[in-house]
Each structure stands twice: as structure tokens, then as C-alpha cells.
């Protein structure tokens, strides 16, 4: 600490003026580098989706067996894709807010020029990409090896992958807020990762349901977005037969409004329950 | 380096005004702010003191816009620092209490997240390198010691060139060598023009480095003004111990008196003259005073003064005249001095 301060003026330069973007970009990168760190995490986010696959497949091939209508290659693809968005998204996230919270570093980057706003996405962004770039691999790839369809719609496909990024951020950080510990995790996001799972139409397609089990599925905060996405990929969400891009709009709209009235019911959760600090 | 004083006193950039805050609501709620007035000039280094639980750091954050006060009004560089924070929050910098970085990351990590999300930034190493800590760059934060954690988030208040700089007890869980450094450091960014608050236990690092304080008790600010305002008007102390076989009894001074036991607290108010009178009864009884101590009025003294007259009242309020410190519990006779 031998060093005279430099003044303002000195032989250094300032460095540029922080926007959005440079901060969503700094907290991005040193949250990237923390996932890469934590070997539970990596694991967590990697393999764990993976496993599911190879549940998912054994789920859908029996349920094919009962069904024969079914579509067993596209659910796969489809169920897959959702669960990366979902899975990876949700459940990571919600650990690292927690991780953060208890270190104090929530409070910390509050005092700095970062919007909350800014803070809860900024966390998010290697969450997102990881989620995304799995989603790519296998959507892509699952199309092309087992010769689906081109997606009908990629403007709903669009809207759908918005809609449930964007409400799994809001629940990432609602759960954050009951739950305490990193460890606790998994069991705080049990709920609502089974309604993923079981309930959005992913590992049992709601076609195969009972009409009464599948309308109040269809309610689920996370089927409508997922729905807008199979609306939009293949024209149908299973309740009729598939149409082509002008009748997947009408197909989509119910689904739009739901997944819409979701998103707002858990960023309104989220804006009121988060918590920036450990409870003393 | 030049110190340049606080230059135009009405030229503040920290104005607080009746400022409260409370937690929770009705009978179980907690008031921990009651109605604190402050003023900061541009360029002046002010400390805020206070025991523990007097409300220092919940006026901090309220002065830092960490949240909105429940009455009263905060002006920092002329804007609300809650409500215009964008307008803020470029132009200070802020060291919590306690730090709040990712253990993962390396000091060197830190410091680029933070500069991505800080306008005007020095360069990290050259933030590092202020704070000493330019060696352990490539450290992860979790390995770094109590004091040097302290020290990265020092670092990271003056990323930014902060024009007002808030410091949380800066100090605290430093050893006394990086405990001088900081001081070092913060008397120079003072020098410099930097606007700073800071709070802290030490009573020593505000008699150090603060141009004014205050001093806090129970959400009210007590007392305030330079070092010398506040130790004015407070007695300086003589402390001994008298011998075993007694038999002689002490000589009049102008001085109170305080007997516990063998023990002889005295506090006077002109120092020189009262020890001149007690050393020369001393001399011609021929008794050996133990333990002899004498020193000026500290903050220190005027400090737990204040804090224990502000104690003995409920509700808390402004202290009253100074002079009247009285050390709780010790028999007590005035010794009014006719000798003189």
C-alpha cells in the first residue's frame, strides 16, 4: 500500500460509462465462471437433464404402446427440449440465487450501479445459455437424425421459449426465497420441477391424460408456454389435428393468454417475496 | 501531499434532514432512526460513532439509498439516493460492513465483474495496488484472510473514482499494520478532494482522520462537531492508587473525586494545576502513589461519557452540558478546593 493514489487526471484512463449491457455481460461472465467452478453445479446441470432423456424415451415408448397415435419421435425431441429449458433454467438458478444471497453478495451488488432487475438477470445469463444451447443441440439434432417436420410456426415457437425462459426465472427466484440453504434446493424446487415434468405435457403428452386431468393441467404455470412451443413446431398441441401457420394462431391463443397471465402471477411473486439478504 | 481543508463549508454533499427509520410496524416495530440531522462538506472526512445497535449502519444505509427512509429527507451530490440512484450511484462508492464477493472467484475476477458494472473505473490492478493487494490477484476470495477480504472491498468502493465514499467500519478485523495502510490511504483520497463517511468503533481512527463526527446513541445523534468541539469541556482524568496503611486524607483540589476503595479517580478540568497540588501533598507526606496515571480529555473519555449520561436517560436525548461525567457506581465526594 506504498502507492500514491493516482489522481483523476493521472496517466490512467477511465474506463467507459456502465450500461445495461456491460453489466449484464460482467455479472454473466463472473456467474459463468462460478458454474464452472462448482463441480455439484456443472454435474447438476449437465448430466442430470441427460438421465432424464433416457427416462423420458421409456416413458414415451410405453405410453406409444397404449396410444398408437402417438407421435413417439417428435414428443421425444419436443419432451427433451422442454426439459432442458426447464430443468437447467429453474433449478440452477435457483441455487445460485441462493448461493449469492448467503454469501451477501446480493446485498453487495446492490450497492452498486446495477438495476435489481439487471442483477436477477445478469445471475441468469449462464443458466440461459446453457439451457438454450442444449435445447439447439437436441431440437436440431433430434430433427435432422430422426427426419422430423420443419417447425410450422417459429414465431410461437419463439413466443413459447420467451414465455417459459421468462416465467422459470421469476420461479427461480420465488423458490430462492424459501429456501435456505444450496443444499435445500433440491427439495424447495421438488414442487414445481414435478409440474415440469409430469404436468406440462413434456414426459406424458396430455393427449393420453383424462380430459379432466388434462384441463387442469393445461392450467399448470408451465404447460401454456410449452404449449405454444409444440403449437408452433408441430402445429398441434395433440387436442386436434396439426394445421399449418395461419390456423396455429388460433390453435395458440388460449395458450398465450395463460402462459402471459403466469409470467405476470410470478414476476408479481418474485418483485414481492424476493429476499436480498439472509433472514438474521 | 497537500491536505486541502473542507473548502466552502456550505458547499455540502451530504444533507440530512430529520431523518427516521423504522422496522416492522405498531408496538412490535423497531425505530432505529430518530430523527437524525448531518452535514457533510465537499472534501471533509466525517466519522459516525455510536455503541453497537445506535443506529450507525441503518443510517448509513439510508444515506447510501440501500433504502428509503420512513421520514425526513437524504441529499447526497444534490439528488435523493434512493429514488434518483441512477443519478447517484456513479459518483460514490460503498464498503459494507461486510463484504459480499463469490468465494470462487479470484481478487483479479472480482474486480473486472465489478468494473463491468461500474462507470468511469480505474484499472483493477491499479485498485488492487491501492489496497496492497496487487500480489494476491490471482487468489480465490475464499482463501484471502479476514483483513485482506476487507481490503478487496475497499478496492471496490474506489473502483469507480468515487466522488463520496461511504466506509462501513473500514477497520474492523484489520491488523494494526494494514489498519495504518488504510488510514494512509484514506487521509490521501481525502487530500485529493473525496468526500468520505465513515463509521467505526475505533475511537482512535475518528480522533485520526475525521475533520467532524458524531456521535450516535440510541437513533439520535448526541453530539457533533471537530475532535476538539467534542473533547471540550471534558475533564481529564488522574487515576492512583493509595497505600495500604491509609491514615492520611487526600488535600483539596479543584477537581471531583471519585474513592473506591484504595483506588482515587480524579477529573479535573485544568489538568496541570490539579496533578502540581497532588504530587506535592504526595512529596511532603511521603507516600508513593501506585499505579499513577494522568492523561487529557480523549475522545474516548468524552465517548463513554456521553454514552453512559445518554444511557441514564429514557427516552434517549441530547446530552446536556458537558462536565458533569461521572463514572456510575463509585462513591463520590466533591472536593471543592480552598487551597488555591
Known sequence: ?280 | METSQPSRPDDSVIEVTDLHRRYGSGTTGYHAVQGVDLTVGRGELFALLGTNGAGKTSTMELIEGLAAPSGGTVRVLGHDPHRERAAVRPRIGIMLQEGGFPGDLTAAETGRAWAGMTSGTRPVEEALELVGLAHRRDVRVKQLSGGERRRLDLAMALLGRPEVLFLDEPSTGLDPEARAAVWRLVRELRAQGTTVLLTTHYLEEAEELADRLAIMHGGRVVTSGTVAEVIAGRPSRISFELPAFGGTSLPPLAAEVAVDGRKVTVQTTDLQQTLYDLLGWAHRHGIALGALDARSASLEEAFLAIASEAANQAPPQAAPPSGTAAPARTARRRLIGSAR
Request: proline share 5%; aromatic share 8%; net charge positive.
Open chain 1, 1 to 280: 500500500m506504498t502507492t500514491a493514489v493516482p489522481t483523476a487526471t493521472g496517466p490512467t484512463t477511465a474506463g467507459p460509462r456502465s450500461t445495461t449491457a456491460r453489466r449484464l455481460l460482467a455479472l454473466g461472465r463472473a456467474e459463468a465462471t462460478l458454474l464452472l467452478r462448482n463441480r455439484t453445479a456443472l454435474f447438476t446441470a449437465l448430466l442430470l437433464p441427460l438421465f432424464l432423456l433416457f427416462t423420458l424415451r421409456g416413458t414415451l415408448t410405453q405410453q406409444a404402446e397404449d396410444h398408437p397415435g402417438l407421435d413417439v419421435d417428435s414428443l421425444l425431441v419436443y419432451g427433451s427440449v422442454g426439459m432442458m429449458l426447464g430443468f437447467v433454467v429453474y433449478y440452477n438458478l435457483t441455487a445460485a440465487y441462493v448461493a449469492r444471497r448467503g454469501e451477501l453478495v446480493l446485498k453487495r451488488l446492490r450497492t452498486g450501479e446495477a438495476r435489481d432487475i439487471e442483477i436477477m438477470l445478469g445471475t441468469a445469463v449462464p443458466s440461459l445459455v446453457l439451457a438454450l444451447l442444449m435445447a439447439a443441440v437436441i431440437g436440431i439434432g433430434g430433427s435432422v437424425a430422426l427426419h422430423l417436420a420443419v417447425p410450422v410456426n417459429p414465431l410461437l415457437m419463439l413466443a413459447g421459449l420467451v414465455l417459459i425462459l421468462a416465467t422459470m426465472i421469476a420461479m427461480a427466484a420465488l423458490s430462492s426465497s424459501f429456501t435456505k440453504t444450496v443444499e435445500s434446493a433440491g427439495i424447495t424446487t421438488m414442487p414445481i420441477m414435478l409440474v415440469i415434468q409430469l404436468g406440462s405435457g413434456l414426459f406424458i403428452p396430455l393427449e393420453v391424460m383424462p380430459d379432466r386431468v388434462a384441463d387442469v393441467c393445461r392450467l399448470l404455470p408451465t404447460t401454456p408456454a410449452y404449449q405454444l412451443i409444440r403449437v408452433g413446431w408441430f402445429g398441434t398441441d395433440g387436442s386436434s389435428a396439426a394445421t399449418g401457420f395461419a390456423g396455429s394462431w388460433g390453435t395458440a391463443a388460449p395458450h398465450l393468454v395463460t402462459a402471459a397471465v403466469w409470467l405476470g402471477l410470478a414476476v408479481w411473486g418474485a418483485v414481492r417475496y424476493f429476499r436480498w439478504e439472509p433472514r438474521r
